[in-house]
């Protein structure tokens, strides 16, 4: 047998010994500091790899090729962006795993982050439940409520394998003509002040010995949440989305501000720019306010993310000089780019600049620690593929009772009856027979408004699970009473019928976003025919379903009772619960309802403050039994 020579039995220790130092990496080590994490790494990133991180990309341009080839750091998906109609929570699962193995192949191994909207509950998802949208939620002046919200979400949002949402919007809306006035969830910065406690309900209380300002996610049950729009997105002028607040720096602060304030000493993992302009000057291209202020002064230490192609509205028009907007952008303080689909020139755009040095190395740098900074506190590196341990939480028995319960608490009860001496409401749920009208009643699309399957929202029955609020009536009368539903009854049939009473549903459709500016704010037709069409000639409650508050002064007088039911969501049983007086009303107006659209903008406070309704009015009535 032959003999092994010790000189090469040394040289195969030596060889063992430096594959074993090679195999150890401090930055795959959870044991480590996360600071000694963050620097191993970011010390073995060339400069593709860096901007890879910096760069987000929908699903639609996304493939594990794609991930490995660009070292992409991110992937969302946009409103309605979804992998198949319907799709099922392991269809999503599937989906995103896919693209993470993409990740996982590069050299390091870095995980991508996978974002998704979800603004009122996981609102793109077939089955999920869909709460009330933000200015409902205002209305119930519990943050405790919304906390819990925060919570469900995000276990709905991780049953589908991501681990990412792009919320809560904390815009302070200032004038209702604005088309996402109902993401905000009041005109008073105190109020959305207090709402930032959807923050620890998406990613879990910080702990008491957290430093202020770092990002926190407790654990595979929670998301990481992004504050938006910073900084203004709800006081732009008359409304228009996107467009100029003009306002000092001590009312942009005092007024726009203190949502943030609260969200970062919650631990929010990213905050996302807004598209608008501060006294002329693009947001996305304001380093004043995001590298001065938001990174500097308060020493936020989450990643600063732009809106969707929000560097390329740094032009007019949008792309017009795409190399400027790069540099504008990331120069600003951005640190990642939701491109979304133009990866390749984003990737050459910036690669570019750095190499020219038109941006410093140490711009790259902050931003890709910073990215890194979320990734490892969210647990990314330990577990980057989800699994269908969550997938039961989605639509869950229990989470649709939570947004019964905050449809409730959100219904503001603006008129019951001419005096308190002849109230209408709690409704009798034994009268012989009952009319129910309006566009609203029977259509779940309508009740959940924009953000909802698709971005725009829907109309109908039959985008998700859920309860209108017929079906919910229906529901909750006697056995014995005859509902009878009609869309838009003439006043004949009204007054022939010999109806105990009437409950018209009408509002606004759906919209998002600039699409549902408006400078005239009226309930969409056929609502106001139906409403003198109703209550002029029967006894009747009529339901607002919208977003804001809109045109009713002049159908007040025609109504005994009125009821700001905002968005209200899938569960629509919520609504009768209160209506026929299980339980009681408890809302308050979360923004001034004006007289006129020509009053606006009208906030509390204001000088010449004159409403029809004032900010925090709503009657209150006590659960009864009605026979």
């Known amino acids: 047998m032959a003999r092994i020579s010790p000189i090469f039995l040394m040289g195969l220790a030596v060889i063992w010994a430096a594959l074993a130092q090679a195999e150890y990496m401090i930055y795959k080590d959870a044991t480590k500091p996360l600071n000694s994490r963050i620097k191993d790494l970011m010390s073995r990133m060339t400069l593709e790899e860096k901007i890879g991180q910096m760069t987000q990309i929908e699903r639609n341009v996304a493939s594990a090729e794609v991930m490995k080839d660009y070292f992409i750091g991110s992937v969302l998906s946009g409103g309605g962006s979804v992998p198949s109609k319907q799709a099922s929570a392991e269809t999503w699962i599937n989906m995103v795993n896919e693209f993470q193995k993409g990740a996982l192949s590069t050299r390091l191994g870095i995980p991508m982050i996978y974002g998704i909207d979800a603004v009122h509950g996981h609102n793109n998802v077939y089955k999920a439940t869909i709460f009330p949208h933000n200015v409902?939620?205002?209305?119930?002046?519990?943050?405790?409520?919304?906390?819990?919200?925060?919570?469900?979400?995000?276990?709905?949002?991780?049953?589908?394998?991501?681990?990412y949402v792009f919320a809560p919007c904390i815009a302070v809306c200032r004038d209702p003509r604005w088309g996402r006035c109902y993401e905000s969830y009041s005109e008073d910065p105190k109020l959305v002040q207090a709402m930032t406690e959807i923050v620890p309900g998406l990613q879990g209380d910080i702990p008491a010995n957290s430093s202020k300002g770092v990002p926190f996610v407790a654990g595979k049950t929670k998301v990481a949440a992004c504050a938006k729009h910073y900084l203004g997105d709800g006081g732009t002028t008359d409304g228009i989305n996107e467009n100029n607040t003009q306002i000092s720096r001590h009312g942009l602060l005092s007024t726009h501000m203190p949502g943030y304030y609260n969200s970062i000493i919650k631990g929010v993992s990213t905050i996302m720019v807004s598209y608008s302009s501060w006294n002329?000057?693009?947001?996305?291209?304001?380093?004043?306010?995001?590298?001065?202020?938001?990174?500097?002064?308060?020493?936020?230490?989450?990643?600063?993310?732009?809106?969707?192609?929000?560097?390329?509205?740094?032009?007019?028009?949008?792309?017009?000089?795409?190399?400027?907007?790069?540099?504008?952008?990331?120069?600003?303080?951005?640190?990642?780019?939701?491109?979304?689909?133009?990866?390749?020139?984003?990737?050459?755009?910036?690669?570019s600049h750095v190499k020219n040095k038109v941006i410093p190395m140490s711009r790259i740098d902050d931003a890709v620690k910073r990215i890194l900074r979320v990734k490892f506190v969210m647990g990314l590196f330990e577990n980057p593929l989800a699994d269908k341990s969550l997938v039961n939480e989605l639509g869950s028995q229990e989470h649709r009772e939570l947004a019964r319960e905050a449809v409730r608490k959100s219904l503001v009860l603006l008129k019951n009856g001419e005096s308190a001496d002849e109230p209408l409401l709690p409704l009798h749920k034994k009268a012989s027979k009952i009319l129910v009208a309006g566009s609203h009643a029977d259509n779940l699309g309508y009740q959940c408004g924009g953000w909802t399957i698709e971005w725009q929202g829907l109309s109908g029955k039959n985008l998700r699970s859920g309860t209108t609020i017929l079906t919910a009536i229906e529901n909750t009368v006697d056995s014995s009473t005859e509902v009878v539903y009609k869309e838009n009854p003439d006043a004949d049939f009204v007054k022939s019928n010999n109806f105990s009473y009437a409950i018209v549903v009408v509002g606004e459709p759906p919209y998002a976003e600039t699409f549902g500016d408006s400078l005239n704010l009226t309930i969409s037709e056929p609502g106001p025919s139906?409403?003198?069409?109703?209550?002029?000639?029967?006894?009747?409650?009529?339901?607002?379903?919208?977003?804001?508050?809109?045109?009713?002064?002049?159908?007040?007088?025609?109504?005994?009772?009125?009821?700001?039911?905002?968005?209200?969501?899938?569960?629509g049983q919520g609504v009768a619960d209160v209506l026929f007086g299980d339980y009681g009303f408890t809302g308050k107006l979360p923004r001034t309802w004006f007289k006129t659209v020509d009053q606006l903008p009208m906030n509390v406070g204001d000088r010449h403050y004159d409403a029809l309704f004032p900010f925090g009015y709503g009657l209150t009535t006590d659960p009864t039994k009605t026979i």
């Open 136 to 163: 409902g939620l205002g209305a119930t002046r519990e943050p405790e409520l919304v906390k819990r919200i925060g919570a469900a979400t995000a276990l709905e949002v991780r049953a589908t394998g991501i681990p």
């Open 280 to 351: 002329g000057v693009k947001m996305h291209a304001n380093r004043d306010m995001v590298t001065g202020f938001l990174k500097n002064f308060l020493r936020f230490r989450g990643f600063v993310i732009s809106d969707w192609e929000g560097i390329d509205r740094i032009t007019s028009p949008p792309h017009a000089n795409y190399s400027y907007s790069i540099q504008a952008g990331i120069s600003a303080g951005i640190d990642m780019i939701m491109v979304p689909n133009n990866y390749k020139e984003f990737i050459d755009g910036l690669t």
């Open 530 to 571: 139906t409403i003198q069409n109703v209550c002029g000639s029967v006894k009747c409650v009529t339901v607002i379903i919208s977003g804001r508050p809109v045109v009713i002064q002049p159908y007040v007088s025609l109504m005994d009772a009125l009821v700001a039911a905002w968005l209200p969501g899938t569960e």
